[in-house]
Nanobody, 124 residues
Framework: QVQLVESGGGLVQAGASLRLSCTAS????????MGWFRQAPGKERAFVAA????????FYADSVKGRFTISRDNAKNTVYLQMNSLKPADTAVYYC?????????????????WGQGTQVTVSS
């Protein structure tokens, strides 16, 4: 079983940047795609970004394209989400997840392991 721990969330003003990290422990393996999702109060969990097992392929939600960048360091069992030009609409709990396979997808059902989440709050 793999454990995922997110960090890096916080309270920032609109226009600021944050970098989230997600470190895996336990039965880590690099042959899995990884993803970030977010959930705002009263809303369903939504896809943010995903990356293939090798890091060569990435996929973003339209709402964050051009502002967020997902990356991974397999030697450190860590995936990152660099968030720039943050907006109040980005306020949510951000979750890291490990996919069931190597190919990144936007569907939560394709992800088997989830972290506990980290809060990101963007003030206007």
């Amino acid at each position: 079983q793999v454990q995922l721990v997110e960090s890096g969330g916080g309270l920032v003003q609109a226009g600021a940047s944050l970098r989230l990290s997600c470190t895996a422990s336990g039965r880590t393996g690099i042959n899995y795609a990884m993803g970030w999702f977010r959930q705002a109060p009263g809303k369903e969990r939504a896809f943010v970004a995903a990356i293939s097992w090798s890091g060569s392929s990435t996929f973003y939600a339209d709402s964050v394209k051009g502002r967020f960048t997902i990356s991974r360091d397999n030697a450190k069992n860590t995936v990152y989400l660099q968030m720039n030009s943050l907006k109040p609409a980005d306020t949510a709990v951000y979750y890291c997840a490990r996919a069931r396979g190597r190919v990144p997808t936007p569907s939560p059902a394709d992800f088997a392991s989830w972290g506990q989440g980290t809060q990101v709050t963007v003030s206007s």
